[in-house]
């Protein structure tokens, strides 16, 4: 009979709806089962509201709050609930896409795989589901961008091709979660647990990693055999190299013919930037350039260490230098590997530079230029030949060390 009297007041509209919320404060609506699709449900107050099993689908939630509501078990597909309040709310079970029951049955029949043909997803764009409970609830392909997640539980969750950009998922347990070919770029997960997830085909930028709990993240599709990971960023590269030999033999390649070029390539500058790129690949050669432009700081530092340590060897263009010599003390010290630096005819290298060379025997000599046709007229045995010879001998000189381990002296 409760339940009669509120579907009653519902039916009125919303502003009826909401006025009976206001004159009545202590009732919690029960709505639970009842189809509710042709309500207009925006900025509706289902505030502590028994919405479980009811059926909401298509239905327009825009700002509705859904405070301490129970959803559990709901259809909500289609739905619009932009900028919603789903704080405290249960979420258990909730379905977030049309049609997601006819995929879920398809499980037991056809090795796992999940067929979102002909479905809607609901849109939780900017949504507020702080400490809400979604346990095994079912937000495949659902629109999450900017939506606040903080302290959720995600029990079991199919998050399955969600899009999940600049999400705030700060303090959320993924435990059992399934975030396969989901959308994860800007997302905060700071203090978040990643636990025994399926990841398989994310795309996932710009994380918020800080003190993130991951263990066991499963990288391979459910009818695969099962590897996992701890890592979320490195996923999605242990994937591609187990199963693209492309990417495989881009990695051999960058290992052994990868070049880093180091300068400050101006407008007037650039042809002999570009006489460097194109006698290198001439060469069979990849060369990685970074042009200084700007003044770097500590990321572009570690960025530049990074490049030099996958490369065979590094010119240094100390021409004009603007940075190089800041590039050339953080790289020369950390990484053997051969340092070639050139510099134009009518410029002196820093001053700090015939230390480095002293104390650093895979730094070569200098090659000075006048312009670019001489430069390429000694490219190859000026820069090239010694670059490789150098190699060779760091090469060699590992090998022995491997070949002749450092023994302890007998006492």
């Known amino acids: 009979m409760i339940s009669e009297n509120h579907i009653t007041v519902i039916k009125k509209g919303t502003d009826a709806w909401n006025s009976w919320r206001d004159k009545n404060p202590h ?18 107050n289902f505030r502590d509201t ?16 859904l405070r301490n509501s129970n959803l559990s078990h709901a259809k909500l597909g289609g739905a619009n609930l932009l900028r919603v309040k789903l704080i405290n709310a249960n979420l258990q079970k909730t379905i977030f896409c049309n049609r997601c029951m006819n995929a879920i049955s398809s499980i037991k029949h056809h090795k796992n795989r999940i067929s979102y043909e002909s479905y809607s997803p609901a849109s939780l764009r900017e949504a507020n589901l702080s400490n809400a409970d979604l346990s095994e ?22 998050l399955r091709g969600a899009n999940l950009t600049k999400t705030n998922l700060s303090g959320a347990k993924l435990i059992e979660a399934d975030i396969s070919n989901a959308i994860l770029y800007s997302v905060n997960l700071q203090d978040t647990t990643l636990e025994n997830c399926r990841i398989h085909g994310i795309s996932a930028w710009k994380l918020d990693l800080s003190k993130t709990v991951q263990t066991s993240l499963i990288i391979t599709d459910k009818d695969e055999p099962e590897i996992s990971v701890d890592n979320l960023e490195v996923a999605q590269f242990i994937y591609l190299l187990l199963h693209n030999k492309k990417i495989r033999d881009v990695i051999d390649t960058v290992a052994n013919k990868a070049v880093l070029i180091l300068g400050r390539f101006t407008p007037q500058r650039k042809l002999i930037l570009d006489a460097i790129k194109e006698f290198l690949r ?20 570690e960025t530049i260490t990074t490049l030099a340590g996958l ?10 230098p603007m940075s190089t010599p800041l590039e050339a003390h953080a790289i020369i010290p950390n990484l053997m590997i051969p340092f070639v630096p050139i510099i134009q005819e009518d410029e002196n290298i820093f001053s700090m530079f015939t230390d480095l060379k002293m104390k650093y025997d895979w730094v070569l000599e200098p090659i000075s230029y006048n312009n670019k046709e001489d430069l390429l007229e000694y490219f190859e045995k000026g820069i090239l030949e010694r670059a490789e010879n150098k190699f060779g ?11 002749d ?7």
């Open 27 to 44: 009732i919690k609506p029960l709505l639970r089962g009842e189809y509710l699709e042709n309500i207009d449900g925006i900025r509706i």
């Open 50 to 65: 028994d919405l479980s099993n009811a059926s909401m689908e298509e239905v327009k939630l825009i700002e509705a709050d």
């Open 137 to 158: 609830a079912i937000l495949c392909h659902v629109d999450l961008t900017n939506a606040n997640l903080s302290g959720a539980t995600l029990f079991r969750t199919n």
């Open 282 to 301: 001439n060469h069979n050669y990849v060369p990685i350039l970074f042009d200084f432009e700007r003044s770097p700081g500590r990321d572009t530092i």
């Open 311 to 320: 490369s065979k060897f590094v010119i240094a263009d100390f021409s004009e």
């Open 393 to 403: 001998e760091i090469r060699e000189k590992r090998l022995s060390a491997r070949r």
């Open 405 to 411: 381990p450092i023994r302890m002296r007998e006492i």
